[in-house]
């Protein structure tokens, strides 16, 4: 999937509905998208421990949930599908192919995830992870980047197969190539702050932006110095089986 260049975006329809909530724990960022005719909705990036609390944001907004859907294997968190799944009839869970990941639908680059009259399209941005994606509303107002691209920063790139070289890539050709006023929702944000824009961080970011080469953002990455993840070695492998709890 190609992605137009240019400094806003121009569409006839209405805004989709989007409710964003925040897990203080993991610093994590869910969001609830929905068709605001149908109300048929999606929720990126579910919290185990947020499911009441999602579930009550579905009922308030008066919404159907037809799937949860991840940005990529968290490892700081573990996803609320698996419970999600146990609680709302008809529920599928979603992520990449490329993660390797257990799901009841597996998406590639140029997919797309309706609900209602609605969707949003799967754009790869592995770097983070091999499999990370991002979600791009219909109407190229709203991309959700999971980790590939934070609020002045971006997702580590030094374990679960990530890659420097192969995030620089992906932020340039599939983000940085949107409209400058899409609005960018990540996965996580630790300074309070809720959006940003593709124009934005092209212009600021300090990893990506401001013209950075590629060889400047490696050597950035290389002298992070991040210590581990502290919940990897219990989220990650409850999020390959997509928050299901393993039972052997």
């Keep these: 999937m190609s992605t137009a260049s240019s400094s806003v975006h121009t569409t006839s329809l209405p805004p989709v509905g989007m409710k964003q909530l925040f897990d203080e724990e993991s610093s994590t960022y869910t969001y609830l998208v929905y068709d605001p005719e149908t109300k048929e909705a999606i929720l990126?990036?579910?919290v185990d421990l947020q499911v009441d609390r999602d579930l009550q944001a579905v009922a308030e907004e008066g919404v159907k949930?037809?799937?949860?859907?991840?940005?990529?294997?968290h490892a700081d968190h573990i996803t609320g599908t698996g419970i999600l799944k146990t609680k709302v009839d008809g529920l599928k869970s979603i992520i990449s192919a490329a993660s390797d990941a257990k799901a009841d639908i597996h998406k590639k680059h140029g997919d797309k995830i309706h609900f209602g009259n609605r969707y949003v399209s799967v754009l790869a941005t592995p770097g983070h992870t091999a499999g990370c994606i991002s979600y791009l509303t219909d109407d190229s107002r709203m991309v959700f980047t999971g980790d590939a691209l934070l609020i002045m920063g971006c997702g580590r790139t030094d374990f679960q197969g990530g890659s420097a070289e192969t995030l620089?890539?992906?932020v340039h050709s599939q983000l940085f190539t949107l409209p400058g006023d899409t609005t960018v929702y990540p996965a996580h944000d630790y300074k309070g702050r809720l959006s940003?824009?593709?124009g934005k961080e092209k212009q600021d970011n300090p990893r990506l932006g401001s013209n950075k080469t590629r060889n400047e953002f490696i050597d950035i990455m290389a002298n992070l110095n991040l210590s581990y993840p502290k919940k990897i070695d219990l989220a990650l492998p409850a999020?390959?089986?997509?928050?299901?709890?393993d039972v052997e």
């Design 44 to 46: 990126i990036d579910p």
């Design 65 to 73: 949930l037809l799937y949860g859907v991840n940005t990529h294997a």
């Design 168 to 170: 620089y890539e992906s």
């Design 196 to 198: 940003s824009s593709i």
């Design 239 to 245: 999020n390959m089986r997509c928050g299901v709890p």
